[in-house]
């Protein structure tokens, strides 16, 4: 696992597609807090608070996750290594688990530069420091857990496609779905008692708990049964190609 690992973030870094992710993502949420007129710019908004960012960031990675995670199996299978890596002494589940690692790593270090912000919002508040500490340490740890699932999800749909363009498009399809749209089939209430049951399956309600400085267990659990159930498909499928 270890080997893998290692292996995928050399790759990345290697060849440059992790710094140029890093920046973009980097870019975009820069633009939108700070410079763009909308709803999530800080200057607009007129509050010292990150929570414009942590409402933005999960749209952001939508895109960027599926991106990072498309080649982690569908390349494989595309340029034939991953039959080179069946002739390896490697389990199947630490082949899967060494390449989550490095993406959901990876996405870790998309949002280590927004610790910038939090200092910019800390020096505007008034009086300075004026920051709820509470729920931005939360929407922290929920951003790292909801970039873990998003990552499960996107290498589940890489595993499903032999083409890299196929795995991103149905990566981001299936976490638009489970971010986003659920949520919004639920708002509809066309289940009645039903509609709080979908809305905890999806990852808006769970992911809203941290963003509010609420660390629950249950979310917690959650979003940690979407990794283990995401990664034993995705193992259950790459044993099939096997």
């Not at 990675?61 to 890596?85: C, D, N, R, V």
């Not at 949002?111 to 420091?129: K, N």
Request: include cysteine.
């Amino acid at each position: 696992m270890i080997a893998i690992f290692k292996k995928e973030l050399w790759n990345y870094f290697g060849n440059w597609s992790a710094w140029v992710i890093i920046g973009a993502f980097s870019l975009i949420s820069s633009l939108f807090l700070f410079f763009f007129e909308n709803n999530y710019n800080i200057f607009d908004i007129g509050m010292a608070s990150l929570q414009s960012y942590f409402t933005l960031v999960p749209w952001i990675l939508m895109f960027i996750i599926p991106a990072l995670s498309m080649k982690t199996i569908a390349e494989e299978h595309q340029s034939g290594t991953l039959y080179w890596l069946f002739a390896q002494p490697i389990k199947i589940k630490d082949i899967i688990l060494g390449k989550f690692l490095s993406v959901w790593f990876i996405g870790f270090l998309c949002i280590i530069p927004s610790l910038v912000y939090f200092y910019t919002v800390y020096v505007l508040g008034i009086p300075e420091g004026n920051v709820d500490l509470g729920a931005t340490l939360g929407s922290y740890f929920g951003l790292l857990l909801l970039i873990g699932a998003m990552t499960s999800v996107g290498m589940l749909a890489s595993s499903l496609s032999s083409n890299q363009i196929m795995a991103y498009l149905l990566g981001v399809f299936m976490c638009f779905i489970l971010y986003f749209g659920i949520e919004q089939l639920a708002s509809y209430k066309l289940l009645g008692g039903a509609d709080f049951v979908l809305q905890n399956i999806g990852f808006y309600q769970h992911f809203l708990a941290f963003s509010r400085g609420l660390v629950d267990s249950r979310d917690v659990f959650y979003f940690l049964f979407i990794i283990t159930l995401a990664l034993g498909l995705s193992s259950y499928f790459v044993q099939k190609k096997k």
